[in-house]
């Protein structure tokens, strides 16, 4: 049972321009979400959270969008840069479930020249 | 900013042995820390949590006796890989959630490639 899914497992944009990549959950009791970059044979790197109270989130080129009534969420990365091809995992947690997260399936995100 | 270690990056292990990798806080103390697995192409999921002091909770449908998980110090946990076969081959990575209060997000080490022949 995914709770937390990434639908497009591969996302080709071209530098400068908007990659936007798409989370959706089923689990209507998480309550914080995350996004980590993911280089091969690394460890995920933390990008950027938010918290159920909220419906955006925003740092530097990275802005997170929540829609709590549609379960979806979106990482929004502008202006998209070379350096930012890798792939990208969401996450949900529960407050107070001990910081274990469940992670998306992964978009691989390729920003061309 | 906090930062996990793990090592070893990668181990190539022939069938019936057994691997130890470690997972290292550097520079805080994490009484809990996580251990996933990655298969190829798949999303990251939780095997156990390792909790400093007591026993370390396994996730359903993996087996406890074969994934041995030690939380030595509040910044050392270690997962031995006992009897290693070859559908034992993955991708293991640790990760210890950020020190204060509140839902911090995970710190990850750089995973280790196991790799059982």
């Known amino acids: 049972d995914q709770q937390v899914k990434q639908n497009s497992p591969s996302l080709s944009v071209q530098e400068g321009r908007i990659s936007i990549l798409n989370c959706d959950y089923t689990n209507s009791m998480f309550d914080y979400f995350l996004w980590y970059k993911k280089y091969p044979a690394e460890g995920p790197t933390f990008l950027i959270s938010?918290?159920?109270?909220?419906d955006k989130n925003e740092d530097g080129r990275f802005t997170v969008f929540l829609n709590k009534s549609a379960k979806h969420l979106s990482l929004h990365i502008v202006p998209s840069q070379p350096g930012d091809s890798a792939v990208y995992f969401c996450a949900a947690g529960l407050t107070g479930g001990g910081n274990k997260l469940t992670f998306g399936t992964g978009t691989q995100l390729k920003v061309e020249l | 900013g906090a930062v996990v270690s793990q090592h070893p990056s990668r181990v190539i292990c022939k069938s019936g042995t057994s691997v130890k990798i470690e997972c290292r806080s550097l520079?805080?103390?994490?009484?809990?820390m996580f251990w996933y697995r990655q298969f190829p192409k798949k999303s990251l999921m939780l095997m156990a949590t390792?909790?400093?002091?007591?026993?370390?909770?396994?996730e359903q449908g993996v087996e406890k006796d074969k994934f041995l998980i030690n939380h030595a110090s509040l910044t050392l946990s270690t997962l031995t890989v006992t009897s290693a076969h070859p559908e034992d081959s993955s991708f293991y990575i640790c990760s210890a959630p950020s020190p204060g209060i509140g839902n911090s997000p995970l710190h990850f080490g750089n995973g280790t490639r196991l790799t059982v022949t």
């Open positions: 520079d805080f103390q994490a009484t809990t």
């Open positions: 938010i918290s159920s109270i909220k």
């Open positions: 390792s909790n400093e002091g007591s026993k370390a909770t396994y």
